[in-house]
Nanobody
Framework: QVQLVESGGGLVQAGGSLRLSCVASGRVFDINRMDWYHKAPGKQRELVASITSGGNTNYAESVKGRFTISRDSLKNTAYLQMNSLQPGDTGTYYC??????????WGQGTQVTVMS
């Protein structure tokens, strides 16, 4: 079993910043990748950033240069630093982990609202 808890969401003005955190606990020894997804109102969930156990990162075009994903392997925590936030970034942000010997898992999400 694994549990993921996201935090750090909130209400922010356009141009502002937020830092999301995702803490994994339980069966986490084989995590090989951590992702952040964004679900905007009325839209499908989409991948915005991912980081592998080796530190390789990937970003959606819409967030490149504004968002930074990082990971503290000792704390089994992934972070998403979001700068220059735009109203289009509003939505629920979910953490997802991929594991080498077990199924992937999702967190419950954290809400981000960007006011124009």
């Amino acid at each position: 079993q694994v549990q993921l808890v996201e935090s750090g969401g909130g209400l922010v003005q356009a141009g502002g910043s937020l830092r999301l955190s995702c803490v994994a606990s339980g069966r986490v020894f084989d995590i090989n990748r951590m992702d952040w997804y964004h679900k905007a109102p009325g839209k499908q969930r989409e991948l915005v950033a991912s980081i592998t156990s080796g530190g390789n990162t990937n970003y959606a075009e819409s967030v490149k240069g504004r968002f930074t994903i990082s990971r503290d392997s000792l704390k089994n925590t992934a972070y998403l630093q979001m700068n220059s936030l735009q109203p289009g970034d509003t939505g629920t942000y979910y953490c997802k982990i991929h594991r080498a010997y077990s199924s992937s898992a999702w967190g419950q999400g954290t809400q981000v609202t960007v006011m124009s």
